[in-house]
């Protein structure tokens, strides 16, 4: 496995404003992805942070809203820009190791009001 | 989307007995994963199974992937106060995508 890490833990924000969520993982690796935990819910996968380009977004998932970036094989941003209540969620970071096995960080806690 | 239909939704159980919940889809699935999630916390992996008919157990837990890979389940054995929680499928079919199940809340009483 590895050791993943997010900042911050946990967040109040204010609706309007935009919020980035970092991701550090203690080894390189090749996938990173970024997921979207509603209150009581399931997770939905937003997007897969893609080393040296663009990031790929799930459907109902845009760019605009949710920039990435992934500038080394270590780290990764998810920013949630423009928030709203409905945007309060649980943010999860997963790498891919061992071929078809991801394994998730302890999740970014944000709330909006 | 694919979706992955979890079954119970929650389990209300006495400690010290066994625990069973399983994934259905109709789709084909070529890994499936099992993962617990504790409040505020991030899902932990539990097992991985990636092939079809495939029986693996990690400690009291045992999974197995089934035959026609649209289906999963996960057994506890002996369950305790620490096994409380969410447990929740997962199942990869191309891109290393992950779709989730709804999950299962489990509950022991003492």
């Known amino acids: 496995s590895a050791v993943i890490s997010q900042k911050p833990s946990r967040d109040i924000c204010q609706r309007g404003t935009s919020l980035t969520i970092q991701c550090q993982v203690d080894?390189?690796?090749?996938?990173m992805f970024w997921y979207r935990q509603q209150p009581g819910q399931s997770l939905t996968l937003i997007a897969t942070a893609n080393q040296g380009s663009e990031a790929t977004y799930e459907s109902g998932f845009v760019i605009d809203k949710f920039p990435i970036s992934r500038p080394n094989l270590t780290f990764s941003t998810l920013t949630v820009s423009n928030m709203s209540p409905e945007d309060s969620s649980i943010y999860l970071c997963?790498?891919?190791?061992?071929?078809?096995?991801?394994?998730f960080g302890p999740g970014t806690r944000l709330l909006v009001l | 989307g694919q979706q992955l239909n979890q079954s119970p939704q929650s389990m209300f159980i006495q400690e010290g007995e066994d625990v069973s919940m399983n994934c259905t889809s109709s789709?084909?699935?070529?890994?499936w994963l099992w993962y617990k999630q504790d409040p505020g916390e991030g899902p932990v992996l539990l097992i991985a199974?990636?092939?079809?008919?495939e029986l693996t157990s990690n400690g009291r837990l045992t999974a197995q992937f089934g035959i026609t890979r649209k289906d999963s389940f996960l057994n506890i054995s002996a369950s305790i106060p620490s096994d409380v929680g969410i447990y929740f499928c997962?199942?990869?079919?191309?891109?290393?995508?992950?779709?989730f199940g709804q999950g299962t809340r489990l509950t022991i009483n003492p």
């Open positions: 997963s790498v891919e190791l061992g071929g078809e096995t991801q394994y």
């Open positions: 997962a199942a990869i079919q191309g891109a290393q995508k992950l779709v």
């Open positions: 080894s390189q690796v090749t996938m």
């Open positions: 789709s084909i699935f070529n890994t």
């Open positions: 199974l990636y092939k079809a008919g």
